[in-house]
């Protein structure tokens, strides 16, 4: 019963992603016969100065993006958790963009933070601020992408947060208060404790998420423009290099480049887990 889906998995999947390291070998491109050229492709990508710019910006979305993703979705998480008047609508509006396409989201933002003509820039100009060139000012384009990328990841996080919040024992929260412990202790001696393995999920991944981002990028920064550089990331550099310049197997080394350091993050993160997660068994 399960053939057709392995069968999918084996092909598209498992067998693609070997395919893409023999590419990585090779000098393939949109034509002709690929050649092995041994370790070249990753001889030339450790000598790119863009690919370093590359992994830097995404190192520098991971640093923003994550944190701020885990805090907001831990304090929405619990507030959404209380018996509240209206708390229906509330976690519906706060919902929305985790049944959003990406797509939707970006075209969205893009008209929000047009320079010109954008939501943003009309009520800052109602405040009698300038307009703020948030996508092609290369000094605040990266942030600008960021905003958008927190917008859209915080509400799913928060669904898996609110679910680990509903599955802590009430008796905990009860015993304490017959203590004297007031809601910030409960929160921190209690809550946090109990939630970490939801915490921990959710860190490992939206880290994941982050470094692929691509779509709101690809979307909402014109190719070609001043912003374009400083808000590249490696899934961006890679798409450019297979699929606009189509150097193939060159593309192929970055993305196995970026396989390779998602995997070493990734596991640093489950290493850490030992000493940062409680289990309530």
């Known amino acids: 019963m399960i053939l057709p889906l392995m069968a999918g998995v084996a092909v598209f999947f498992i067998g693609a992603f070997f395919q893409n390291i023999y590419y990585s070998f090779t000098n393939k491109s949109s034509f002709g016969i690929p050649k092995f050229v041994g370790f070249q492709n990753y001889i030339q990508l450790f000598q790119d100065a863009d690919f370093y710019r590359a992994l830097v910006n995404t190192l520098l979305y991971v640093v923003i993006c994550v944190p701020l993703v885990v ?37 969205l933002w893009k008209w929000l933070l047009n320079y010109k003509f954008g939501l943003v820039n009309e009520i800052l ?15 605040i384009v990266l942030v600008s992408i960021s905003l958008v990328f927190i917008w859209a990841s915080v509400a ?57 981002i691509f779509d709101f990028i690809y979307l909402m920064i014109p190719q070609g423009s001043s912003g374009t550089e400083a808000s590249r990331s490696l899934v961006t550099y890679f798409f450019e290099q297979s699929f606009v310049k189509f150097h193939k197997g060159y593309g192929a080394a970055i993305s196995l480049m970026l396989f390779l350091l998602i995997l070493i993050i990734t596991a640093v993160q489950l290493v850490c887990q030992k000493k940062m997660v409680f289990y309530d068994d």
Request: aromatic share 10%; hydrophobic share 55%; with cysteine.
């Open 156 to 212: 799913y996080q928060v669904i898996i947060l609110l679910a680990g919040l509903q599955g802590i024992p009430v008796c905990y929260h009860e015993a304490a208060r017959i203590d004297g412990a007031n809601g910030i202790k409960r929160f921190f001696k209690i809550t946090l404790p109990l939630l970490s393995p939801s915490i921990f999920f959710v860190c490992v991944t939206t880290m994941i998420n982050v470094f692929q």
């Open 125 to 139: 100009g109602t405040l009698g601020k300038g307009p703020v060139a948030w996508l092609s000012d290369s000094k």
């Open 71 to 107: 805090v907001l979705a831990v304090l929405l998480a619990v507030l959404l958790n209380t018996k509240v008047k209206g708390i229906g609508f509330y976690r519906v509006c706060l919902f929305l963009p985790a049944v959003t396409l990406p797509a939707a989201i970006g075209l």
